[in-house]
């Protein structure tokens, strides 16, 4: 008897929050809503070691974490969502660490399909971008077989970024623009190419980006009150609103998304016109 009380009342309490957050977000749509967040979850392995959980519990709270934000963010209205999820630079740490966070990403990954998932709830479109042939085969294949799987799915869109750098994807789209200006050149002799013709432009290094296809991210958040960048996105964000709030990622909540946007909306205007002086738009 007790425990069917329980439920009911757990089921009222959820029914009362999800018209309040809804209710918030009408209100947070008088502004304008960013098309796209970016989030760095930082502070897994400290909400870990804070409260002397075992190695990977934290990331596994942040999994949950980031289930939450998902929602959140597409209930919004926003379109896109990319994280940063691992880099290449997290290779370096110990062998066993690497190893727990593979194991769950692989875990997480396949799971991406099940029904009830939140790729199944929101039809979402899943990349993952980065240096994929530096991940485990299993882990590589399963990112795969979620892409080809999502390939169709235009609602809303999920960028995972691993085995990523920034520095790493402006190489990526310098040596694969300098491939395609070399095959058109092969394609002509060189005293009929136009000189023109073997210059890597600006437009070049975009299409051969791994974000290609995205828009440029309005709000990045990265947690625990860091305020680096840590190679994501350097050449995406040059007009993007950043926002550092002190919780770890595992901790990350709705306040803390509605602030972001709250934030974002007061300088919106500021970042609006200084992205038109620069682009040179009316």
């Known amino acids: 008897m007790e425990a069917s009380f329980r439920r009911r009342l757990s089921k009222v309490v959820g029914n009362i929050s999800d018209i309040c957050r809804r209710g918030l977000f009408r209100v947070l749509s008088f502004g304008p809503i960013p098309q796209h967040i970016a989030f760095i979850m930082d502070g897994n392995r400290r909400f870990a070691r804070y409260r002397n959980m075992k190695q990977g519990s934290g990331h596994q709270v942040g999994f949950l974490a980031l289930m939450s934000i998902l929602r959140y963010c597409y209930e919004l209205g926003v379109k896109y969502v990319t994280i940063y999820a691992f880099s290449i630079d997290n290779f370096k740490r110990r062998p066993e660490e690497v190893q727990v966070v593979m194991d769950l990403m692989l875990e997480k990954i396949e799971g991406l399909l099940n029904e009830g998932s939140i790729v199944k709830e929101y039809g979402l479109k899943v990349n993952f971008l980065g240096n994929l042939e530096l991940l485990p085969t299993r882990v ?82 990265r947690t625990s009150g860091e305020t680096r960048l840590s190679n994501f996105l350097l050449w995406q964000t040059t007009f993007c609103f950043l926002l550092s709030p002190n919780c770890l990622w595992p901790e990350i909540s709705l306040k803390h998304l509605v602030w972001a946007i709250l934030e974002y909306q007061h300088v919106q205007p500021y970042l609006d016109r200084k992205r038109r002086a620069m682009l040179g738009t009316p």
């Open 140 to 221: 590589k294949r399963a990112a795969e077989k979620v892409m080809a799987a999502t390939e169709g799915n235009s609602k809303a869109i999920l960028s995972i970024c691993v085995a990523y750098t920034s520095t790493d994807e402006i190489v990526h789209a310098v040596q694969e623009s300098y491939k395609e200006k070399l095959s058109k050149i092969s394609l002509t002799s060189l005293d009929k190419c136009d000189s023109e013709q073997s210059i890597i432009t600006l437009p070049d290094l975009e299409k051969h980006m791994y974000t290609i296809g995205c828009p440029d991210p309005e709000i990045l958040v």
